[in-house]
């Protein structure tokens, strides 16, 4: 459905995107993730045409609509998009703002898509009012109800719940998602946070330094990451000290493992394990003994930081109905089926290399 | 503007509530995309430079011909005498002013007492009076002839002369308080709460809080406060003129009709125009600095209620002001217009009309559309060289009247030298295309007031987001659809708003009106000060009290919106 090949964009000189490669089939919500500044909203504001590719090609439907020499107006894409700030037009109503790209819309169509769209977003009964009447997560909706009236092709949603307050995001996230799955429309998405990202996308990649760092699942980002920088951006863990043994294993305090195969490793590499919180478990009958230093209570769980005999420390997630003491020895073991290793090196390293696209990666695998 | 005239000129209000409301939400953004970068904008911005930087060149290249006659009698009698009244008089009108207006709007931000919520925006009023009207009323009330002057010596009651500096001064400081009072007041209530609190929290009584905490919170916007009124001072003509002040905007029109030496008076305007350069770079700094005091979002502060004697204090103090400024002048205006009733709408009075509004409406149709290509110049091309564009292009609002005047007259004059030369060069003779014509007085209101409708227009253009119109894109609309659907609407009640301004400002314009128009052409302004200059103050009651109203529609309008703020950011209300 949308095709981006090696696509590079500059400011001045200043190169925001290097050879950019991204596919995202028809019906699939896909997101962006990434710190500010590394160029994710620039791959929308590409896609959408308000920026032109200095070099590469963009692919919407089959049809080409943007490369180094020619590019299609934006107006002319059939692309939608849900900006950060809503951009609702503040002199036309709810009802006006959702017709506004149904002007040449036969009048009982555009009626009946605008109800339909209302009902869809759950303001049926705000459909005369003005934007500023309403709160910021119905000014969301309503940018969303517009952008989708027209039915565009592809959907864009640039930061669509930054300007909200936290507690509303996830459960909008929820509820766009719901949205576009009705409307069956594909959707691209950029964000800088994960956990909204993992309620709302199918397929997710990590940008860093004007690169697509991996295109995944939500499982693959965070318990498979092909990078440091991946797997420290995407949720919290630790990195535990280990030695690599021989394809698939690695050993360290906690015991000897599975890891993936990594050919640039070769037996007795320093490397370095990454643990999630998950990965542990509170086990009385093991012999690896650890002390909780640290506890933040997080509603249904608590998360520890436990420190091990070797002095190294990782965390643990543990019921919040049965509290560990603090300072007191505690078996612990692992509860993963494999873990994921990388060379033991400066964590920058890594994503500097240009080589650490999707696809292939020194440090990695699977 | 009003200056000249005296009073008060939506225009700097704009200029400083602008700076203070807009601040906040202004970002500078690139050229959106799509958007072709025209050359032709930057033809704009350059012609509008070059517009405003023009009088100003030609009054300093006045240098290079010195008349040396005048200019003897210039530097030894006439220069000393004017920069020092014009000093004083500048002093004076400061203390006074700032007294007024930090004091009544720290009295209606931090008492209450009986009225005070009608208080808070009526005392803005004043605004609306042009100040060569309060002068004259003054005038015939306590000069040797005038009514109270002659009831007081009946009764031997010795009374100063008032028609002297301190007549002058105190007319202009009634008339100008009210910057003052809406700057400190703005600042006051949208910086001090929360300060002001954590200050008696440390142990201040409320005093001392104001003193040592409030005020110098406010000092940046009380400054920019007092630059402007130092502007309308610097531009002020008809009160001096009427006053017998001799001021140097007194002096520029004297070199000129009675020396009958445009270079002289184009050399005092020089020394004019440093001076007004002077005080806007001042008010330049002082709005900088108002913005980190404008930021954040803080709690309204709750006045402290006040209890009898105090209370009608206050209530007496503040009607006693408004009483002096507003009240009572308008109230003879009314009995004046009606002794005289229907004998004074002669058909004369209606051509002066017709002609005050011929040149409010084309100078308002002028002024707008140019400030409109300014405007969208600076969306398109949001380059620091742009902005600095349009800072020049629009200084005029802090040249006086008399300076703008006679730089115009120097700079279209020129014009018609080689247009007249052009015209031997085919044998034919041209009559001069320019001076003494309506288009002069246009090009002069142009300068003078872009800045009035530049303000509204811009500030309405940024709320139009360049996400805005990429989401029209977004949904398919052309670039000409775009303007249609969404520019027009958005920007059209500040279109108007401008329009009415401007117009509001030519209409009560004496300097520019005065020393550029064509011969023998009347205004309802001129007509006004050729009346209060003979002493026949009846006959100017109806234009003055017709110029009053138009006045008191800006002045109405910012006291709204100084009232309720936040209206200035629904959408139904765009200006």
């Known amino acids: 459905m949308l095709t981006l090949e090696q696509v590079t964009k500059r400011f001045g000189t200043h190169t925001v995107l290097r050879d950019f490669s991204l596919t995202l089939d028809a019906g699939m919500i896909g997101c962006l993730l990434g710190p500010s500044g590394s160029g994710k909203t620039t791959v929308l504001r590409l896609i959408a045409g308000f920026e032109t590719p200095d070099a590469g090609t963009i692919t ?4 080409p609509v943007a490369d180094a020499r020619r590019a299609l107006e934006p107006h002319r894409r059939q692309v939608g998009m849900v900006f950060q700030d809503h951009a609702l037009f503040p002199h036309l109503t709810v009802a006006e703002n959702i017709a506004f790209g149904l002007r040449s819309w036969h009048a009982t169509e555009r009626t009946a898509r605008v109800t339909a769209l209302l009902r869809l977003i759950d303001l049926d009964d705000a459909a005369h009012k003005y934007p500023h009447e309403l709160s910021g997560g119905q000014q969301q909706r309503v940018a969303l109800a517009r952008a989708l009236a027209p039915r565009p092709r592809l959907l864009l949603l640039d930061e669509p719940f930054s300007n909200l307050d936290s507690m509303l995001r996830e459960r909008l996230a929820m509820e766009v998602r719901r949205i576009l799955k009705h409307e069956a429309v594909t959707a691209l998405l950029v964000t800088h946070d994960p956990f909204e990202a993992f309620a709302i996308a199918d397929r997710l990649g990590v940008v860093a330094n004007g690169q697509l760092a991996q295109w995944d699942t939500p499982y693959g980002l965070y318990h498979q990451p092909h990078n440091r920088f991946v797997a420290e951006f995407i949720g919290e863990g630790a990195f535990l000290p280990g030695t690599f043994e021989a394809p698939n294993q690695v050993r360290t305090e906690l015991g000897t493992l599975p890891c993936q195969d990594e050919p640039a490793l070769s037996p007795g590499d320093a490397v370095d394990v990454l643990l999630r919180p998950d990965d542990l478990v509170h086990d009385e009958a093991s012999p690896v003994i650890a002390r909780p230093i640290h506890a933040v209570f997080r509603g249904s769980i608590i998360r520890y930081t436990l420190r091990l005999a070797s002095g190294a420390t990782v965390l643990m997630d543990h019921p ?5 003491p603090l300072e007191s020895a505690i078996g612990v073991r692992l509860d993963t089926r494999h873990v994921v290793v990388f060379r033991r090196t400066s964590a920058a390293v890594e994503i500097d290399q240009p080589d650490c696209g999707c696809s292939v990666n020194t440090n990695q695998a699977l | 503007m009003a200056a000249c005239s005296g009073t008060i000129d939506g225009s700097r209000w704009l200029a400083l509530i602008g700076g203070l409301h807009t601040l906040k939400r202004f970002t500078v953004t690139g050229t959106p995309a799509g958007v072709p970068r025209f050359a032709f904008w930057h033809v704009v911005v350059a012609g509008l430079v070059a517009l405003a930087a ?12 010195i008349d040396s006659d005048v200019w003897h009698h210039l530097t030894a009698y006439l220069l000393p005498t004017q920069l020092l009244e014009t000093a004083q008089l500048l002093l004076v009108v400061l203390l006074l002013a700032f007294t007024l207006g930090v004091g009544l709007a720290w009295l209606t931000t931090a008492y209450r007492f009986p009225g005070v919520t009608l208080f808070r925006w009526v005392l803005l009023l004043p605004l609306a009076m042009p100040a060569y009207v ?5 005038l015939a009330w306590f000069d040797v002839t005038g009514s109270v002057a002659l009831f007081l010596r009946r009764w031997e009651i010795p009374l100063p002369q008032v028609r002297s500096l301190w007549g002058a001064a105190w007319v202009l400081a009634f008339a100008l308080y009210p910057y003052i009072y809406l700057a400190a007041r703005v600042a006051f209530v949208t910086t001090s709460a929360r300060a002001l609190e954590v200050g008696q929290a440390l142990g201040l009584t409320r005093r001392q809080a104001f003193w040592r905490v409030a005020v110098p919170l406010a000092r940046p916007a009380i400054v920019a406060g007092c630059a402007l009124v130092a502007f309308e001072v610097l531009a002020d003509f008809g009160v001096v003129a009427l006053f017998g002040v001799e001021t140097l905007s007194v002096g520029i029109y004297k070199a000129w009709y009675a020396l009958f030496s445009l270079s002289t008076a184009m050399q005092i305007a020089a020394l004019l125009a440093f001076l007004a350069v002077l005080a806007l770079f001042f008010e330049q700094w002082a709005r900088k600095r108002a913005r980190f005091t404008t930021t954040g979002r803080s709690q309204p502060l709750t006045p402290t209620r006040l209890t009898s004697f105090p209370a ?8 006693a002001v408004l009483a002096v400024a507003l009240l009572l002048p308008v109230a003879q205006l009314c009995v004046w217009a ?25 100078g308002a149709g002028v002024t707008v559309t140019l400030a409109l290509l300014l405007a969208y110049a600076q969306r398109l091309d949001g380059r620091p060289i742009m902005h600095t564009a349009v800072r020049i292009a629009t200084v005029g609002y802090a040249l006086p009247g008399a300076v703008l005047a006679v730089g115009v007259v120097a700079v279209t004059s020129a014009v018609d030298h080689v247009w007249i030369a052009l015209g031997r060069w085919f044998d034919a003779h041209w009559a001069p295309l320019l001076g003494g014509t309506v288009v002069a007085m246009l090009i002069a209101y142009a300068i003078r007031f872009l800045v009035v409708a530049f303000g509204p227009i811009q500030a ?22 775009i303007l249609r659907r969404i520019h027009l609407p958005l920007l059209r009640p500040a279109l108007f708003a401008a329009a009415a301004l401007v117009f509001i400002d030519i209409l009560k314009e004496l300097p520019i009106t005065l020393m550029t128009r064509p011969f023998g052409w009347e205004t309802l302004a001129t007509r006004i000060f050729e009346l209060t200059n ?10 003055a009290l017709a110029v009053t109203l138009a006045g008191a529609l800006p002045a109405w309008f910012l006291a709204k919106k100084i009232t309720h703020p936040t209206s200035a950011h629904t959408p139904e209300t765009p200006c």
């Open chain 2, 338 to 362: 009606w002794t005289l009733g229907r004998d004074a709408l002669t058909s004369r009075y209606w051509h002066f009309f017709a002609n005050s509004l011929i040149l409010g409406s084309s």
């Open chain 2, 534 to 543: 003979d002493g026949r103050w009846e006959e100017a009651a109806l234009p």
């Open chain 2, 54 to 65: 023009a009088p100003l060149i030609a009054i300093v290249a006045s240098f290079r011909a």
């Open chain 2, 312 to 319: 009608w204090g206050a209530t007496l103090l503040c009607t």
């Open chain 1, 60 to 63: 919407i439907g089959g049809t």
């Open chain 2, 134 to 138: 309060l002068g004259f009323v003054y």
């Open chain 2, 460 to 481: 309405a253009l940024a709320r139009v987001t360049p996400r805005m119109d990429e989401a029209a894109q977004s949904l398919g609309e052309t670039q000409y659809g």
């Open chain 1, 320 to 324: 919040s109905h049965d509290p560990l």
